[in-house]
């Protein structure tokens, strides 16, 4: 696969996880309100806010996941804990499965650069 396809598809699983899959998530898991867990795990999205705290505001390069203060490992323990209540459970799934999507991207970019596709 060209280099140019793989980053296409890197693309494709990272927008489909943050946009897609949580309905399919919310549809299997929270059948009787899946458009509204849907809609709240999307919203999840608004924990990207802290990249604006950094410099450069957008990395391709940079790892989310445990450098951003909303994904650090103590803001996803915090995750975690919410998803014990179930008035924020849904929350819950949404930032988890958020900061799953992040770290897959993660290993994405590290694989197309071990095959020296960057620099
Ligand atoms: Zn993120």
């Given at each position: 696969m060209s280099a140019d396809s793989m980053e296409i598809l890197r693309s494709i699983v990272h927008y489909s996880f943050h946009f897609l899959v949580p309905g399919a998530i919310a549809f299997l898991f929270f059948r009787k309100q899946w458009k509204r867990a849907w809609l709240i795990m999307i919203s999840t999205m608004i924990v990207d806010a802290?990249?604006?705290l950094a410099t450069?505001?957008?990395d391709p390069g940079r790892c989310s996941i445990g450098y951003h203060p909303l994904h650090s490992y103590y803001a996803i323990a915090c995750?975690?804990?919410l998803l014990i209540f179930p008035k924020t459970r849904i929350i819950a799934v949404g930032l988890l499965f958020h900061m799953y999507t992040d770290w897959q991207d993660c290993h994405w970019y590290?694989?197309?650069?071990q095959m020296k596709l960057f620099v």
């Amino acid at each position: 696969m060209s280099a140019d396809s793989m980053e296409i598809l890197r693309s494709i699983v990272h927008y489909s996880f943050h946009f897609l899959v949580p309905g399919a998530i919310a549809f299997l898991f929270f059948r009787k309100q899946w458009k509204r867990a849907w809609l709240i795990m999307i919203s999840t999205m608004i924990v990207d806010a802290d990249h604006l705290l950094a410099t450069p505001i957008f990395d391709p390069g940079r790892c989310s996941i445990g450098y951003h203060p909303l994904h650090s490992y103590y803001a996803i323990a915090c995750y975690f804990i919410l998803l014990i209540f179930p008035k924020t459970r849904i929350i819950a799934v949404g930032l988890l499965f958020h900061m799953y999507t992040d770290w897959q991207d993660c290993h994405w970019y590290e694989i197309l650069r071990q095959m020296k596709l960057f620099v």
